[in-house]
């Protein structure tokens, strides 16, 4: 079974920066996209940035230009480092992969327990 795991979150305050990282387990043999979401109290799951096996990436406006996704592929694990952070970052940040083959088995989606970051003004 394949599991995603979340580390990073926290309290930080306004202009300051945190790492999220996520780490997939699970005899996994490829993982075709991974990106990271975010929820807000009361609000919808957006796409904060995605990137693919090989490389390109995707990010919402809201975080261009403070917000760079990477990943390490023999690691199967994804980072999102966040910088000049804002109060209206503040959510339930989740991993996500796409495409991920472990064994014989492909998994549409998988996706992480999610991690709190809030940023205080």
């Given at each position: 079974?394949?599991?995603?795991?979340?580390?990073?979150g926290g309290l930080v305050q306004?202009?300051?920066?945190?790492?999220?990282?996520?780490?997939?387990?699970?005899?996994?043999?490829?993982?075709?996209?991974?990106?990271?979401?975010?929820?807000?109290?009361?609000?919808?799951?957006?796409?904060?940035?995605?990137?693919?096996?090989?490389?390109?990436?995707?990010?919402?406006?809201?975080?261009?230009?403070?917000?760079?996704?990477?990943?390490?592929?023999?690691?199967n694990t994804v980072y999102l480092?966040?910088?000049?952070?804002?109060?209206?970052?503040?959510?339930?940040?989740?991993?996500?992969?796409?495409?991920?083959?472990?064994?014989?088995?492909w998994y549409l989606e998988v996706?992480?327990?999610?991690?709190?970051?809030?940023?205080?003004?």
């Amino acid at each position: 079974q394949v599991q995603l795991l979340e580390s990073g979150g926290g309290l930080v305050q306004a202009g300051g920066s945190l790492r999220l990282s996520c780490a997939a387990s699970g005899s996994i043999f490829s993982i075709n996209a991974m990106g990271w979401y975010r929820q807000a109290p009361g609000k919808q799951r957006e796409l904060v940035a995605a990137i693919t096996s090989g490389g390109s990436t995707n990010y919402a406006d809201s975080v261009k230009g403070r917000f760079t996704i990477s990943r390490d592929n023999a690691k199967n694990t994804v980072y999102l480092q966040m910088s000049s952070l804002k109060p209206e970052d503040t959510a339930v940040y989740y991993c996500s992969a796409q495409g991920v083959r472990a064994g014989k088995t492909w998994y549409l989606e998988v996706w992480g327990q999610g991690t709190l970051v809030t940023v205080s003004s």
